[in-house]
């Protein structure tokens, strides 16, 4: 199992849709969780933290599963400015620890 | 304004040169990475520094150096013995090492 897995789509949506994306993760001690959006040839910027409760904002809500050890974004009433791609980021608790970057899920929101 | 420095924007790297890529933050951040990303691929770690006058490797360090002799200063050195060196390298800081980090605009290297 890869240690952060993402679909890569693309999720081809339009303006006002709801969408979801899921990330799994390896290892069962990581504790710190965050989703990223990263617009073509520009760097990540940090969308939002995954709290255990789960947490929202605005129009983003994040979701964490331990049980099932995945994290999940939800995106509401889509805008065309939301096109990008969507990084899970997970640490990874042991020796060695640092941020595990997933690959990314690409979004497209269409008028 | 706080935040993370990087340049230049653009380099082109000759044939057995070594280049410097710079990165500044006055976040008062202590941990430091370097990624590199390649076209439709993820972010891959090369080096990290979690306080000054250390560092470790990442996962793909050869034919890079780096050094960490002031808190806010974290420079890349891409040596002649990193065969494909182009791609986009971007530097982040984080106050530790399992916060959120904070990138800068990235540099775009390319071989002449």
């Known amino acids: 199992r890869k240690e952060v897995e993402q679909d890569p789509g693309p999720f081809n949506v339009p303006e006002g849709a709801t969408v979801a994306f899921n990330c799994t993760y390896s290892n069962s001690a990581s504790q710190s969780f965050f989703w990223y959006r990263q617009d073509c040839r520009k760097e990540p910027k940090l969308l939002m933290s995954v709290y255990s409760s789960g947490n929202e904002d605005g129009r983003f809500t994040a979701q964490l599963n331990r049980a099932s050890q995945y994290i999940s974004l939800l995106i509401r009433d889509s805008k065309l400015s939301d096109s990008a791609t969507y990084l899970c980021v997970v640490n990874w608790a042991g020796n060695n620890r640092k941020l595990i970057w997933g690959l990314g899920t690409s979004l497209a929101v269409n008028p | 304004d706080g935040g993370i420095t990087q340049s230049p924007k653009y380099l082109f790297r000759k044939e057995g040169q070594n280049v410097t890529l710079s990165c500044e933050q006055n976040?008062?951040?202590?941990?430091m990475y370097w990624y590199r990303q390649d076209p439709g691929q993820g972010l891959r770690l090369i080096y990290y520094?979690?306080?000054?006058?250390?560092?470790q490797k990442g996962d793909i360090a050869e034919g890079y150096s780096v050094s960490r002799e002031k808190k806010e200063s974290f420079p890349l050195t891409v040596t002649s013995a990193q065969k494909n060196p182009t791609a986009f390298y971007l530097c982040?800081?984080?106050?530790?090492?399992?916060?959120?980090?904070?990138f800068g605009d990235g540099t775009r290297l390319s071989i002449l």
């Open positions: 520094s979690q306080i000054v006058n250390d560092f």
């Open positions: 976040l008062n951040h202590d941990a």
């Open positions: 982040a800081s984080s106050m530790a090492d399992n916060q959120p980090q904070h």
